[in-house]
C-alpha cells in the first residue's frame, strides 16, 4: 500500500469526520430548543392542573356544605412538610447545577489541553515506531 493510497484514505475519514460534526452543531440547538419547550410545556400543564384541581376540590367542598376544616396542628404539620420539601428540591437542584458546572469544568479542561494529550500521544507512537524500525533493521 503507497503513501498516497493511505492519505486519500485519511482524506475520506477527514470528509466524514467533518460532516458528521457539522451534523451535530446544526441540529443540537434545535433539539436543545425543542426540549425546553417540551418540558416548558408540561410544566403549565402539570401547574395547571394542580391548580385547576385545587380549585375543583375548593368548589366541591364549598357546595357540599361539610365542614372539612384541617386543625392547627394537620395545617402545621402540612405546612411543615412543604416547607421541608421545597427546600430539599432547593438542595437538589444546586447539587444538580454544581454536578453540571463541574462536567462543564472538566470537559473545558480537557478541550484545553487536548494537544498536549496528542503531543504526548504522539511521542509514545514516536518511541514505539523507532523500536520497532530498529528491530526491522537488524
Known sequence: MSKNSQNNDF???EKINQKFFLEIEQNVPHI???LF?????Y???WK?????QLSLQKEFFNKSGFD???TDSAKGIIE???EEAIKFRSILHKMIIANIEQNKNYAKVLNENSNTFVDLNRKIMDNWISMFKTNQNT
Do not use: A
Not at 419547550?37 to 410545556?41: G, V
Not at 395547571?48 to 385547576?52: A, L
Open 80 to 82: 411543615n412538610m412543604s
Open 68 to 70: 372539612y376544616s384541617f
Open 43 to 45: 410544566y403549565k400543564l
Open 32 to 34: 436543545q430548543q425543542t
Open 11 to 13: 482524506e475520506l475519514f
Open 37 to 41: 419547550d417540551l418540558q416548558n410545556e
Open 48 to 52: 395547571n392542573y394542580v391548580n385547576s
